[in-house]
């Protein structure tokens, strides 16, 4: 599985979400832009997306909801510890209020990972960003086996939040 991304005005994103109805695409705003999200087992239908590979997933992304993206850049050599540590997170989340679904995204063509999770409202995934669960499942270090810390982040990570478009939009 892949997902495919691409951003743009909100009238475009919805001329392609139309043309395209037949595909799941998700619509959604957020940081003052719009965002097309395409998880599909074929070809994108974006000209020009941003490509990821499905690494690790649990439950399926529903139309409407609140997404937090996780963007955190890693080098090649940390890239299989990384995947390691965030490939189990979702089931991690799977009885927490308001968790819709997770996707780890391999980055094909960059060195950007994405931690996407899902929720059914933005206080909801608040309250778990807050607690001390997402703190432990989100390591600022990784070790070795013999506890030294291991260098494996190109740059700091960042967090774009979206909310699916409400009809008053």
Request: a negative charge.
């Amino acid at each position: 599985m892949n997902i495919f991304m691409t951003t743009g005005t909100i009238d475009f994103m919805e001329k392609i979400k139309e043309k395209h109805s037949d595909e799941p695409i998700i619509l959604m705003n957020g940081g003052g832009h719009t965002l097309l999200l395409h998880e599909t087992n074929g070809k994108s239908v974006f000209q020009t997306p941003r490509k990821y590979e499905i690494a690790g997933s649990v439950g399926v992304l529903a139309e409407n909801g609140y997404f937090a993206m996780n963007n955190i850049a890693v080098t090649d050599e940390g890239k299989p510890i990384f995947e390691h540590q965030y490939k189990m997170m979702g089931e991690r989340l799977t009885d927490l209020p308001g968790f819709i679904a997770f996707r780890l995204l391999r980055p094909i063509g960059s060195d950007t990972y994405v931690v996407l999770t899902e929720w059914t409202e933005e206080r909801l995934y608040k309250l778990w960003y807050e607690s001390p669960g997402y703190k432990l499942s989100n390591p600022n270090d990784f070790k070795d086996q013999g506890g030294a810390t291991l260098h494996i982040f190109t740059s700091a990570p960042y967090t774009a939040t979206y909310k699916t478009p409400t009809e008053e939009l």
